[in-house]
């Protein structure tokens, strides 16, 4: 039994070997809270690709997991919350690969009765797709990353019993499921769509209060040599034009975003109804099509990585071909459904394959571009290819540089895009290596896995210029910016101090630095962890040639080995969705219902921060935040409360000290203004630049806060260097919050003309300001009349009026007028308060 499986914690099992249709019993005791895992140390392979289990009882608070993981599995991990590992997770219905759950399919939850399984459907050279299934049917398809095939062992995680299950493992699993792209029941779709059999019809159901932008539907097969196109016949729609997008993906998003323009997750085309129109019983398909030498190889594996067309048919004519390179496990149809065009009928059978009397035509086209795309792929591989020189470190820390062949053109190969950085055991104290080619706007961050790395070891992540020590940690000198691992605080220039502290990272995991802001004053560094942000850090050296990544190794007596993935091997992606609370920076351990985007924290004694990952970017659509006061609140316990602020606390010189340019602005319904909200109203923070302002280095902007979307009052500030960031405010009374969608405000009434008298008058109290300076005195220690500060808001000046009731207004400007302008502890640091 030792030898066929490893196991940790209270699981009871029945340890013979297993045979086909043998069922092993499976149970975890009673108040057994804690991970424990099951894994069989035989691997998954293209002889036995799946395994499967059924849930007898459950408790419910229990948690399982299944899926597929090597034998470095931490004892107390769940598979997919660690590296190169996939998992299906039953009490959300996520499943994971790497610690991410995004992709163009969504687990479901199971419970007893069901079953739930495993399957690797491609066993790849750099990556494999994977398949999970409950009750017969495919819910999910992941990527595993993980290159050696021998630590594909099936696993499965339990917590929180009793708990009573059956396994199959892959040897007692009789047959492997089979599915059918012809066959719409096994396809992958969204919770909101259903499909009518008898109208064989996909339909998208928005959900009331909680509107999606897209939701999609996926084959269970990817497209191979019988089955190279699929179409949709477009359905009633109104007279817009605009249809549902078809297109190819992936199974899941490759890791890392690869380089190469050709190697993408995704093609996908819609009719916008503007530029591009369609009408009803239209018919359009995507195919793919492969090199014509290759497809007359006996040994051609058309699932495997390599450069394809992907074609556009409009009523069976092709109208758009281009080249792409196709991932292994090979590229799976898709069909994206909204609200505007929420029906579609997909048909796998009609033109499935291309005829005989076509190839050549489609040869032709292959041809036409196929140079133009060896030259992209070859261009980038020379651009983005890793050189010894470029890197500087300790004499003690190997680096294992990916070998490429200059002389033939490649697809990239997923496996070499990261170094391997070792430190032996013998070798005590700190060892640096730094990259030394600068972060740019459009290589902008990095991350590491952690391979190996012992509870007494240190891995620190951060930036530093080409004079860092290779004997420190990054952050904890001047002119750096850092996060460690073993205290999970985040430096920069020797100081911890932030809204938000950090928390650990250990072997197993991800962790990533992103560098914004660039090109201006203190850039900000955004730390995250396994896909989670986890806080913000200045980087306060300007000289672009020194922005260069750093990591320091701090063995300790121990081994320590991480894969790191530099900027150059990386391609930036847009920003992740500010709107989904799920996004936002905050404490280990708290939950996230996303279906009503509510964020739900432990008990605590001290106010919780929850913070934006990104500032107000106006030029984006992002200059407004909101909450909904969900709670009951009194006096003793009062509601969660909004704030801005800056990604952390600034180092200000006396020359810039101004009432005008503080850390914080926040408000708190508290004392007076208690009355000016009640349970279930929204608050929140906006920001305006004024068009005098936009081109200037160092500007005003007005903030203003809104209750139910009606301004209350507004204040004048500086813009932080690195921007305002958005905060939510939770003090100890208060576990939960709830966020609204809303990012912008297209049109308020606070006018151009409004916004420049604020301005004006704003800059009336800076030149007395400037007139303290000259003096050698603070300008904090003037007598400001405090109505300067916070104005609020006037009816009168605009025809949309506040709904707010003047009672409440006036509570809440009485607190605006009692600023508390005693400076912070921290070291030249400011804070404007609203209570």
């Given at each position: 039994?030792?030898?066929?499986?490893?196991?940790?914690?209270?699981?009871?099992?029945?340890?013979?070997?297993?045979?086909?249709?043998?069922i092993?019993?499976?149970?975890?005791?009673?108040?057994?809270?804690?991970?424990?895992?099951?894994?069989?140390?035989?691997?998954?392979?293209?002889?036995?690709?799946?395994?499967?289990?059924?849930?007898?009882?459950l408790?419910?608070?229990?948690?399982?997991?299944?899926?597929?993981?090597?034998?470095?599995?931490?004892?107390?991990?769940?598979?997919?919350?660690?590296?190169?590992?996939?998992?299906?997770?039953?009490?959300?219905?996520?499943?994971?690969?790497?610690?991410?759950?995004?992709?163009?399919?969504?687990?479901?939850?199971?419970?007893?009765?069901?079953?739930?399984?495993?399957?690797?459907?491609?066993?790849?050279?750099?990556?494999?797709?994977?398949?999970?299934?409950?009750?017969?049917?495919?819910?999910?398809?992941?990527?595993?990353?993980?290159?050696?095939?021998?630590?594909?062992?099936?696993?499965?995680?339990?917590?929180?019993?009793?708990?009573?299950?059956?396994?199959?493992?892959?040897?007692?699993?009789?047959?492997?499921?089979?599915?059918?792209?012809?066959?719409?029941?096994?396809?992958?779709?969204?919770?909101?769509?259903?499909?009518?059999?008898?109208?064989?019809?996909?339909?998208?159901?928005?959900?009331?209060?909680?509107?999606?932008?897209?939701?999609?539907?996926?084959?269970?097969?990817?497209?191979?040599?019988?089955?190279?196109?699929?179409?949709?016949?477009?359905?009633?729609m109104?007279?817009?034009?605009?249809?549902?997008?078809?297109?190819?993906?992936?199974?899941?998003?490759?890791?890392?975003?690869?380089?190469?323009?050709?190697?993408?997750?995704?093609?996908?085309?819609?009719?916008?109804?503007?530029v591009?129109?369609?009408?009803?019983?239209?018919?359009?398909?995507?195919?793919?099509?492969?090199?014509?030498e290759e497809?007359?190889k006996?040994?051609?594996?058309?699932?495997?990585?390599?450069?394809?067309?992907v074609?556009?048919?409009?009523?069976?004519?092709?109208?758009?071909?281009?080249?792409?390179?196709?991932?292994?496990?090979?590229?799976?149809?898709?069909?994206?459904?909204?609200?505007?065009?929420?029906?579609?009928?997909?048909?796998?059978?009609?033109?499935?394959?291309?005829?005989?009397?076509?190839?050549?035509?489609?040869?032709?086209?292959?041809?036409?571009?196929?140079?133009?795309?060896?030259?992209?792929?070859?261009?980038?591989?020379?651009?983005?290819?890793?050189?010894?020189?470029?890197?500087?470190?300790?004499?003690?820390?190997?680096?294992?540089?990916?070998?490429?062949?200059?002389?033939?053109?490649?697809?990239?190969?997923?496996?070499?895009?990261?170094?391997?950085?070792?430190l032996?055991?013998?070798?005590?104290?700190?060892?640096?290596?730094?990259?030394?080619?600068?972060?740019?706007?459009?290589?902008?961050?990095?991350y590491?896995?952690?391979?190996?790395?012992?509870?007494?070891?240190?891995?620190?992540i951060?930036?530093?210029?080409?004079?860092?020590?290779?004997?420190?940690?990054?952050?904890?000198?001047?002119?750096?910016?850092?996060?460690?691992?073993?205290?999970?605080?985040?430096?920069?220039?020797?100081?911890?101090?932030?809204?938000?502290?950090?928390?650990?990272?250990?072997?197993?995991?991800?962790?990533?630095?992103?560098?914004?802001?660039?090109?201006?004053?203190?850039?900000?560094?955004?730390?995250?962890?396994?896909?989670?942000?986890?806080g913000?850090?200045?980087?306060?050296?300007?000289?672009?040639?020194?922005?260069?990544?750093?990591?320091?190794?701090?063995?300790?007596?121990?081994?320590?080995?991480?894969?790191?993935?530099?900027?150059?091997?990386?391609?930036?992606?847009g920003?992740?969705?500010?709107?989904?609370?799920?996004?936002?920076?905050?404490?280990?351990?708290?939950?996230?219902?996303?279906?009503?985007?509510?964020?739900?924290?432990?008990?605590?004694?001290?106010?919780?921060?929850l913070?934006?990952?990104?500032?107000?970017?106006?030029?984006?659509?992002?200059?407004?935040?909101?909450?909904?006061?969900?709670?009951?609140?009194?006096?003793?316990?009062?509601?969660?409360?909004?704030?801005?602020?800056?990604?952390?606390?600034q180092?200000?010189?006396?020359?810039?000290?101004?009432?005008?340019?503080?850390?914080?602005?926040?408000?708190?319904?508290?004392?007076e203004?208690?009355?000016?909200?009640?349970?279930?109203?929204?608050?929140?923070?906006?920001?305006?630049?004024?068009?005098?302002?936009k081109?200037?280095?160092?500007?005003?902007?007005?903030?203003?806060?809104?209750?139910?979307?009606?301004?209350?009052?507004?204040?004048?500030?500086?813009?932080?260097?690195?921007?305002?960031?958005?905060?939510?405010?939770?003090?100890?009374?208060?576990?939960?919050?709830k966020?609204?969608?809303?990012?912008?405000?297209?049109?308020?009434?606070?006018?151009?003309?409004?916004?420049?008298?604020l301005?004006?008058?704003?800059?009336?109290?800076?030149?007395?300001?400037?007139?303290?300076?000259?003096?050698?005195?603070?300008?904090?220690?003037?007598?400001?009349?405090k109505?300067?500060?916070?104005?609020?808001?006037?009816?009168?000046?605009?025809?949309?009026?506040?709904?707010?009731?003047?009672?409440?207004?006036?509570?809440?400007?009485?607190?605006?007028?009692?600023?508390?302008r005693?400076?912070a502890?921290?070291?030249?640091?400011?804070?404007?308060?609203?209570?």
């Open positions: 039994m030792a030898d066929l499986f490893r196991y940790a914690g209270d699981i009871v099992f029945d340890g013979h070997p297993p045979f086909p249709g043998q092993m019993d499976v149970q975890l005791k009673q108040f057994s809270e804690t991970s424990n895992f099951l894994q069989c140390t035989k691997a998954l392979s293209p002889r036995y690709p799946y395994f499967f289990g059924q849930i007898r009882a408790s419910t608070k229990s948690k399982i997991t299944i899926g597929i993981a090597g034998p470095n599995l931490g004892d107390d991990a769940h598979p997919g919350k660690w590296n190169r590992t996939v998992g299906y997770h039953s009490d959300t219905g996520n499943c994971y690969t790497c610690h991410s759950d995004i992709a163009n399919s969504n687990g479901e939850r199971f419970r007893i009765g069901d079953t739930f399984g495993v399957m690797i459907t491609y066993f790849g050279q750099t990556m494999s797709t994977v398949m999970f299934v409950k009750n017969g049917k495919p819910v999910a398809t992941r990527y595993h990353f993980e290159t050696n095939h021998e630590d594909f062992l099936p696993t499965i995680t339990l917590e929180n019993g009793p708990i009573d299950m059956g396994i199959m493992w892959p040897e007692a699993a009789i047959g492997v499921p089979r599915f059918d792209d012809r066959n719409m029941l096994q396809w992958m779709h969204a919770k909101h769509i259903q499909y009518d059999i008898a109208k064989q019809i996909f339909t998208y159901n928005e959900p009331p209060g909680h509107p999606v932008e897209f939701a999609t539907i996926q084959s269970p097969q990817p497209l191979e040599t019988g089955f190279q196109h699929f179409e949709i016949i477009v359905q009633d109104d007279t817009s034009g605009v249809c549902p997008a078809i297109g190819v993906a992936t199974c899941s998003p490759m890791s890392p975003t690869p380089t190469c323009e050709l190697l993408r997750d995704f093609f996908r085309w819609e009719a916008d109804g503007k591009l129109k369609v009408k009803s019983g239209s018919v359009v398909g995507i195919g793919v099509y492969y090199n014509p497809q007359k006996p040994d051609f594996d058309c699932r495997s990585q390599q450069l394809v067309m074609f556009l048919t409009f009523d069976k004519e092709v109208a758009l071909a281009k080249h792409m390179i196709q991932p292994e496990g090979g590229f799976f149809p898709l069909v994206v459904l909204r609200s505007d065009c929420s029906k579609v009928k997909i048909d796998t059978q009609s033109h499935r394959t291309i005829p005989i009397t076509e190839y050549q035509q489609y040869d032709d086209l292959y041809w036409e571009t196929f140079e133009e795309a060896q030259d992209i792929i070859m261009e980038d591989t020379l651009r983005r290819v890793l050189r010894p020189f470029m890197f500087r470190k300790s004499d003690a820390i190997d680096i294992d540089i990916p070998e490429y062949n200059m002389h033939e053109v490649q697809p990239p190969d997923m496996s070499k895009l990261h170094c391997t950085i070792r032996e055991a013998e070798h005590l104290g700190i060892h640096v290596v730094q990259f030394l080619v600068p972060m740019t706007t459009e290589m902008n961050h990095y590491m896995e952690i391979k190996t790395l012992n509870e007494d070891s240190v891995v620190t951060g930036l530093g210029d080409d004079q860092f020590p290779l004997k420190k940690h990054p952050g904890k000198v001047n002119n750096s910016t850092g996060w460690s691992s073993r205290g999970g605080l985040m430096y920069y220039n020797g100081s911890c101090l932030g809204h938000t502290l950090g928390e650990r990272y250990e072997e197993g995991d991800t962790v990533e630095l992103e560098l914004r802001n660039i090109g201006h004053k203190w850039p900000v560094v955004l730390f995250s962890k396994n896909t989670k942000a986890v913000t850090r200045h980087y306060t050296v300007l000289d672009p040639s020194q922005m260069l990544p750093t990591l320091s190794l701090c063995g300790n007596g121990y081994a320590v080995e991480v894969r790191v993935f530099w900027p150059l091997k990386i391609f930036k992606t920003d992740t969705a500010v709107n989904r609370i799920k996004n936002w920076i905050m404490p280990s351990g708290s939950e996230v219902d996303e279906d009503n985007n509510i964020a739900m924290v432990s008990d605590h004694i001290e106010p919780i921060m913070q934006s990952p990104y500032p107000f970017m106006p030029d984006k659509d992002f200059d407004f935040f909101e909450i909904e006061l969900i709670d009951d609140f009194d006096a003793e316990h009062i509601p969660a409360g909004i704030a801005v602020s800056t990604p952390c606390f180092e200000l010189q006396l020359e810039l000290s101004s009432i005008y340019r503080q850390d914080t602005v926040r408000f708190l319904a508290q004392q203004a208690l009355d000016a909200v009640t349970k279930g109203q929204k608050i929140g923070w906006g920001m305006i630049i004024p068009e005098s302002e081109d200037k280095e160092d500007k005003l902007v007005i903030l203003y806060l809104c209750i139910d979307k009606s301004i209350a009052i507004t204040r004048v500030m500086y813009l932080p260097q690195g921007g305002f960031y958005p905060f939510i405010i939770l003090p100890p009374s208060v576990n939960r919050v966020m609204t969608n809303t990012v912008h405000i297209a049109e308020h009434p606070i006018t151009p003309q409004i916004q420049e008298e301005i004006s008058q704003a800059k009336e109290v800076i030149a007395k300001e400037k007139e303290q300076l000259a003096q050698g005195k603070d300008p904090l220690d003037m007598e400001i009349e109505t300067k500060l916070f104005k609020v808001w006037d009816d009168t000046k605009t025809e949309t009026p506040s709904k707010i009731e003047p009672s409440r207004l006036a509570m809440v400007a009485m607190t605006a007028t009692v600023i508390e005693k400076r502890e921290i070291r030249n640091s400011k804070s404007c308060v609203i209570l």
